[in-house]
């Protein structure tokens, strides 16, 4: 599995940005999709991940601003990301999680840039 992240940027607060991850490999080995991040100084934390049956979860910061979603056919993840503040600033890494096996794929990882 090959994840290539991109739409990453510099943004000015309250702006929207969306990155996409195509993903080569058999689509029917995915458990879930979806994105981390890590700022500067920081762990990496969750921002949303999606799984097969559709159903997402989202890290408390960005709940009600990011929107995750994913085309099976194209095999990409996405993610929206409006109302962007500076706290957003940080490496975005699109992340996939085998079937089975539950092995984490990265990708390499897209910055975001938020100006105040």
């Known amino acids: 599995v090959q994840l290539q992240a991109s739409g990453g940027g510099l943004v000015q607060a309250g702006g929207s940005l969306r990155l996409s991850c195509a993903i080569s490999g058999n689509r029917f080995l995915i458990h879930a999709r979806g994105w981390y991040r890590q700022a500067p100084g920081k762990q990496r934390e969750l921002v949303a991940i999606?799984?097969?049956?559709?159903?997402?979860t989202y890290g408390d910061s960005v709940k009600g601003r990011f929107t995750c979603s994913r085309d099976s056919v194209k095999n990409t993840v996405y993610l929206q990301m409006n109302n962007l503040n500076p706290e957003d600033t940080a490496v975005y890494y699109c992340?996939?999680?085998?079937?089975?096996?539950?092995?984490?794929?990265w990708g390499q990882g897209t910055l975001v840039t938020v100006s105040s």
């Open positions: 999606i799984t097969g049956d559709g159903s997402t």
């Open positions: 992340n996939v999680v085998r079937r089975g096996s539950l092995h984490n794929y």
